[in-house]
Protein backbone atom coordinates (compact mmCIF):
# COMPACT_ATOMS: atom_id res chain seq x y z
CA UNK A 1 0.00 0.00 0.00
CA UNK A 2 0.92 3.33 -0.70
CA UNK A 3 2.53 5.33 2.40
CA UNK A 4 3.22 9.33 2.40
CA UNK A 5 5.53 10.28 5.30
CA UNK A 6 6.13 13.81 6.19
CA UNK A 7 9.01 13.95 9.12
CA UNK A 8 8.49 17.24 9.67
CA UNK A 9 5.60 18.29 12.18
CA UNK A 10 6.49 21.82 12.75
CA UNK A 11 8.57 24.35 10.74
CA UNK A 12 8.57 28.16 10.78
CA UNK A 13 10.06 30.65 9.34
CA UNK A 14 10.19 34.26 9.32
CA UNK A 15 7.78 36.32 6.93
CA UNK A 16 9.46 36.87 3.30
CA UNK A 17 11.64 33.92 3.89
CA UNK A 18 11.87 30.87 2.40
CA UNK A 19 10.54 27.51 3.56
CA UNK A 20 10.98 23.85 2.12
CA UNK A 21 8.74 21.24 3.61
CA UNK A 22 9.48 17.57 3.01
CA UNK A 23 7.38 14.71 1.95
CA UNK A 24 8.05 11.11 1.18
CA UNK A 25 6.18 8.56 -0.54
CA UNK A 26 6.38 4.59 -0.59
CA UNK A 27 4.87 3.24 -4.01
CA UNK A 28 5.83 0.96 -6.46
CA UNK A 29 3.17 2.10 -9.15
CA UNK A 30 5.01 4.12 -11.92
CA UNK A 31 1.89 6.98 -12.40
CA UNK A 32 0.70 9.22 -9.68
CA UNK A 33 -0.48 12.22 -9.32
CA UNK A 34 0.83 14.22 -5.90
CA UNK A 35 -0.51 17.40 -4.27
CA UNK A 36 0.23 19.49 -1.29
CA UNK A 37 -3.12 20.61 0.39
CA UNK A 38 -3.52 23.99 3.10
CA UNK A 39 -5.68 23.60 5.97
CA UNK A 40 -6.00 26.79 7.62
CA UNK A 41 -7.85 27.58 10.98
CA UNK A 42 -10.97 27.20 9.13
CA UNK A 43 -11.14 23.68 8.68
CA UNK A 44 -11.38 23.71 4.66
CA UNK A 45 -8.57 21.83 2.78
CA UNK A 46 -7.02 23.94 -0.22
CA UNK A 47 -5.29 22.74 -3.12
CA UNK A 48 -1.79 24.64 -3.61
CA UNK A 49 -0.05 22.86 -5.95
CA UNK A 50 -0.19 19.31 -7.99
CA UNK A 51 2.21 17.43 -9.90
CA UNK A 52 1.78 14.69 -12.21
CA UNK A 53 4.42 11.95 -11.86
CA UNK A 54 5.14 11.54 -15.48
CA UNK A 55 6.06 15.33 -15.84
CA UNK A 56 9.72 15.69 -15.28
CA UNK A 57 9.24 19.39 -15.00
CA UNK A 58 8.46 20.57 -11.08
CA UNK A 59 5.20 22.25 -10.69
CA UNK A 60 5.44 26.09 -9.60
CA UNK A 61 2.17 28.55 -8.80
CA UNK A 62 3.51 31.28 -7.79
CA UNK A 63 5.41 31.69 -4.32
CA UNK A 64 4.59 27.79 -4.52
CA UNK A 65 6.94 25.56 -6.38
CA UNK A 66 7.88 21.76 -5.94
CA UNK A 67 11.08 19.80 -6.14
CA UNK A 68 9.99 16.42 -7.40
CA UNK A 69 12.05 13.67 -7.71
CA UNK A 70 10.25 9.96 -8.96
CA UNK A 71 13.57 8.16 -8.09
CA UNK A 72 13.76 9.36 -4.69
CA UNK A 73 10.22 9.14 -4.31
CA UNK A 74 10.52 12.81 -2.90
CA UNK A 75 8.14 15.48 -3.55
CA UNK A 76 9.15 18.88 -1.20
CA UNK A 77 7.41 22.01 -1.57
CA UNK A 78 8.85 25.60 -1.04
CA UNK A 79 7.29 28.62 -0.38
CA UNK A 80 9.02 31.70 -1.10
CA UNK A 81 8.68 35.55 0.12
CA UNK A 82 6.48 33.27 3.14
CA UNK A 83 3.54 35.47 3.95
CA UNK A 84 1.57 35.47 7.08
CA UNK A 85 -1.23 33.93 5.53
CA UNK A 86 0.34 31.23 4.64
CA UNK A 87 0.45 29.60 8.55
CA UNK A 88 -1.51 26.63 8.29
CA UNK A 89 -1.04 23.01 8.66
CA UNK A 90 0.49 21.31 5.18
CA UNK A 91 -0.89 17.88 3.72
CA UNK A 92 0.83 15.78 1.29
CA UNK A 93 -0.87 13.80 -0.59
CA UNK A 94 -0.76 10.78 -3.26
CA UNK A 95 -3.01 9.39 -5.64
CA UNK A 96 -2.68 6.61 -7.84
CA UNK A 97 -3.58 6.61 -11.17
CA UNK A 98 -5.60 3.44 -11.33
CA UNK A 99 -9.30 3.74 -11.12
CA UNK A 100 -10.07 2.26 -8.18
CA UNK A 101 -7.64 3.83 -5.63
CA UNK A 102 -7.95 6.81 -3.05
CA UNK A 103 -5.97 9.57 -1.85
CA UNK A 104 -3.29 8.86 1.10
CA UNK A 105 -2.33 11.83 3.70
CA UNK A 106 0.91 12.33 4.82
CA UNK A 107 0.34 13.50 8.65
CA UNK A 108 1.14 17.06 8.14
CA UNK A 109 3.44 19.65 8.39
CA UNK A 110 2.05 22.90 10.84
CA UNK A 111 4.28 26.17 9.59
CA UNK A 112 4.17 29.50 11.59
CA UNK A 113 4.80 32.32 10.18
CA UNK A 114 6.80 35.24 12.39
CA UNK A 115 6.37 38.50 11.67
CA UNK B 1 -20.47 29.83 -7.20
CA UNK B 2 -20.86 28.17 -3.76
CA UNK B 3 -18.67 26.37 -2.33
CA UNK B 4 -18.62 22.97 -0.67
CA UNK B 5 -21.56 23.18 2.24
CA UNK B 6 -21.48 20.49 4.44
CA UNK B 7 -24.35 20.21 7.35
CA UNK B 8 -24.13 20.83 10.88
CA UNK B 9 -20.90 22.22 11.64
CA UNK B 10 -20.68 20.58 15.02
CA UNK B 11 -22.56 17.68 15.96
CA UNK B 12 -22.19 15.98 19.69
CA UNK B 13 -23.55 12.28 20.01
CA UNK B 14 -23.49 9.61 22.69
CA UNK B 15 -22.30 5.94 22.34
CA UNK B 16 -24.60 3.97 20.19
CA UNK B 17 -26.79 6.76 18.75
CA UNK B 18 -26.35 6.76 14.90
CA UNK B 19 -25.53 10.73 12.41
CA UNK B 20 -26.20 11.39 9.42
CA UNK B 21 -24.05 14.13 7.75
CA UNK B 22 -24.66 16.05 5.16
CA UNK B 23 -22.31 17.50 2.09
CA UNK B 24 -23.39 19.69 -0.98
CA UNK B 25 -20.82 19.65 -3.62
CA UNK B 26 -19.91 22.20 -6.17
CA UNK B 27 -22.96 22.76 -8.51
CA UNK B 28 -22.16 20.42 -11.65
CA UNK B 29 -19.45 18.38 -9.71
CA UNK B 30 -20.71 14.50 -9.80
CA UNK B 31 -17.93 13.11 -7.23
CA UNK B 32 -18.44 13.09 -3.61
CA UNK B 33 -15.99 11.62 -1.51
CA UNK B 34 -15.40 11.69 2.50
CA UNK B 35 -12.49 11.65 4.49
CA UNK B 36 -12.48 11.24 8.35
CA UNK B 37 -9.29 13.49 10.19
CA UNK B 38 -8.24 12.78 13.89
CA UNK B 39 -5.08 13.80 15.76
CA UNK B 40 -4.08 9.88 15.96
CA UNK B 41 -4.97 8.90 12.25
CA UNK B 42 -4.99 12.00 10.30
CA UNK B 43 -6.81 12.03 7.06
CA UNK B 44 -7.84 8.67 6.24
CA UNK B 45 -10.47 8.28 3.11
CA UNK B 46 -14.01 6.62 3.99
CA UNK B 47 -15.27 6.90 0.48
CA UNK B 48 -16.22 7.99 -2.73
CA UNK B 49 -19.70 8.58 -4.67
CA UNK B 50 -19.80 9.30 -8.40
CA UNK B 51 -23.65 9.76 -10.13
CA UNK B 52 -24.99 8.24 -7.26
CA UNK B 53 -22.83 4.82 -7.17
CA UNK B 54 -20.32 4.13 -4.40
CA UNK B 55 -16.69 3.92 -6.49
CA UNK B 56 -14.51 3.65 -3.66
CA UNK B 57 -14.44 2.42 -0.15
CA UNK B 58 -11.40 3.20 2.77
CA UNK B 59 -11.03 0.39 5.44
CA UNK B 60 -14.09 1.37 8.01
CA UNK B 61 -16.58 -1.08 9.35
CA UNK B 62 -19.36 -1.31 8.10
CA UNK B 63 -21.21 1.25 10.48
CA UNK B 64 -19.93 3.61 8.13
CA UNK B 65 -21.98 4.11 4.94
CA UNK B 66 -23.53 6.75 2.30
CA UNK B 67 -24.91 7.52 -0.49
CA UNK B 68 -25.25 10.27 -3.20
CA UNK B 69 -28.62 11.58 -4.46
CA UNK B 70 -29.48 12.51 -7.96
CA UNK B 71 -28.65 16.42 -7.58
CA UNK B 72 -25.18 14.78 -6.32
CA UNK B 73 -25.73 15.93 -2.93
CA UNK B 74 -23.91 13.64 -0.32
CA UNK B 75 -25.05 11.65 3.07
CA UNK B 76 -22.71 10.14 5.04
CA UNK B 77 -24.17 7.54 8.10
CA UNK B 78 -22.17 6.20 11.17
CA UNK B 79 -24.32 4.10 13.25
CA UNK B 80 -23.73 2.68 16.91
CA UNK B 81 -21.28 5.50 17.32
CA UNK B 82 -17.98 4.60 19.61
CA UNK B 83 -15.95 7.04 21.32
CA UNK B 84 -13.23 6.47 18.53
CA UNK B 85 -15.31 8.18 15.88
CA UNK B 86 -14.80 11.31 17.15
CA UNK B 87 -13.34 13.53 14.30
CA UNK B 88 -13.52 15.90 11.92
CA UNK B 89 -15.59 14.63 8.72
CA UNK B 90 -14.54 16.28 5.60
CA UNK B 91 -16.12 16.43 2.31
CA UNK B 92 -14.59 16.96 -0.66
CA UNK B 93 -15.93 17.32 -4.46
CA UNK B 94 -14.57 17.32 -8.04
CA UNK B 95 -16.22 17.17 -11.73
CA UNK B 96 -14.55 13.81 -12.52
CA UNK B 97 -13.71 10.76 -10.48
CA UNK B 98 -11.13 11.28 -7.81
CA UNK B 99 -8.65 8.82 -9.80
CA UNK B 100 -7.69 11.64 -11.68
CA UNK B 101 -5.84 14.85 -11.41
CA UNK B 102 -8.93 16.24 -10.83
CA UNK B 103 -8.50 18.88 -8.16
CA UNK B 104 -10.25 18.36 -5.48
CA UNK B 105 -12.69 21.15 -3.51
CA UNK B 106 -13.09 20.43 0.62
CA UNK B 107 -15.76 21.87 2.30
CA UNK B 108 -15.17 23.01 6.40
CA UNK B 109 -16.64 19.65 7.63
CA UNK B 110 -18.40 18.67 10.11
CA UNK B 111 -16.71 18.20 14.06
CA UNK B 112 -18.09 14.98 15.32
CA UNK B 113 -17.77 14.51 19.54
CA UNK B 114 -18.73 11.56 20.70
CA UNK B 115 -19.24 11.45 24.29
Known amino acids: AQTVTQSQPEMSVQEAETVTLSCTYD???????LFWYKQPPSRQMILVIRQEAYKQQNATENRFSVNFQKAAKSFSLKISDSQLGDAAMYFC????????????FGAGTRLTVKP | KAGVTQTPRYLIKTRGQQVTLSCSPI?????VSWYQQTPGQGLQFLFE???????NKGNFPGRFSGRQFSNSRSEMNVSTLELGDSALYLC??????????????FGSGTQLSVL
Open chain 1, 93 to 104: AYRSADDNNDMR
Open chain 2, 49 to 55: YFSETQR
Open chain 2, 92 to 105: ASSSQRVSTNEKLF
Open chain 2, 27 to 31: SGHRS
Open chain 1, 27 to 33: TSESDYY
